[in-house]
């Protein structure tokens, strides 16, 4: 009888221990592949949310979940590409004057925070290194100044890093904050905390000096320009003088001109709007519609 040699039986084993050594391969990569779709999937989801400036929206009402924010200002809510104020997000704002503060980017952001506390239950976060909020003009604004907590941080790290808490906590509507000088991580990180939260954050940029170098853009999903104009000479404000007692020609409904300087799927553009306290929206200035702005506005815009 003849016998297989030694080497040769070892070898077959060992022929078979690799297809089964590769299998058992085949088969981890494939559980491997199979257990990382739901996250690889998950990371498209957030990825194409970011690019967007978030996920599924709708026009905000009564539903606290609605993400986004229509200004009813006609031509201006048509031209975002959502048809308002997409939430949640990060939104800049800045005046058009770097030599001093006068007021409109707050003015316009606590417009726009009014707006939203009509459709949202829950206090507002302001963060301020400056507390000079005056309550008469918020309410003005269609804000109950008793919804506003207000806090001042010693600098604009401290500044950052409270309106980043401030997003994490579920009881807050929204969030908005004066900032010099931004940078861009920090500024990330507010839109991943806003986008997390499910609540805007106003980012407002407020220098306590003139800026001694380029503004840096940062990654918001909608930037503002905001400047004061002259109100109407001949508006409702003009039926409340009262001789001896209320003086005419009191400024009437403040309007701003606002520039949308950036926001995915919207070129830029300007409105010239008016804020309508007794009726609680903005309104397009009459006779003058959203007008591109010109070419080295729109370059700088970005």
């Not at 726009?112 to 003009?137: E, I, N, S, T």
């Not at 503002?224 to 001896?244: C, F, H, I, K, Y």
Request: some cysteine; charged content about 25%.
């Amino acid at each position: 009888m003849t016998y297989p040699p030694e080497n040769a039986r070892t070898k077959s084993e060992h022929i078979n221990d690799k297809a089964a050594a590769s299998k058992a391969r085949r088969e981890n990569e494939d559980a491997m592949k199979t257990a990382q779709r739901p996250v690889i999937a998950d990371l498209r989801t957030r990825i194409r949310a970011l690019e967007r400036g978030g996920g599924a929206r709708a026009h905000i009402s009564s539903n606290a979940s609605a993400a986004v924010l229509a200004l009813d200002a006609g031509a201006l809510d048509e031209h975002l590409p959502e048809g308002g104020l997409p939430l949640p997000g990060l939104h800049e704002i800045a005046g058009a004057r770097d030599e001093w503060d006068d007021g409109v980017a707050a003015g316009f952001c606590l417009a726009l925070l009014g707006r939203l506390a009509a459709a949202r239950p829950g206090p507002l976060l302001w963060v301020a290194r400056r507390p000079d909020l005056y309550a008469p003009g918020i309410a003005a604004l269609g804000l109950d100044p008793g919804r506003l907590i207000l806090t001042c941080p010693g600098s604009d790290a401290e500044a950052l890093w409270a309106m980043e808490e401030g997003l994490r906590a579920s009881a807050l509507a929204a969030v908005a904050g004066e900032v010099a000088e931004p940078d861009d991580i920090a500024a990330r990180r507010l839109q991943l905390a806003a986008e997390a939260g499910g609540r805007p954050c106003f980012l407002l940029r407020r220098r306590l000096y003139a800026a001694r170098r380029a503004v840096v853009a940062i990654p918001a999903l909608t930037r503002w320009r905001v400047t004061a104009l002259p109100s109407a000479e001949d508006g409702p404000g003009a039926a409340r003088a009262m001789p001896g007692r209320w003086p005419a020609g009191l400024p009437d409904r403040p309007r701003w001109r606002v520039e949308l300087l950036r926001c995915r799927g919207a070129a830029p553009q300007a409105f010239d709007v008016e804020w309508d306290d007794a009726a609680g929206d903005f309104a397009l200035v009459a006779g003058i519609r959203g007008r591109a702005l010109a070419p080295a506005a729109a370059a700088a815009a970005g």
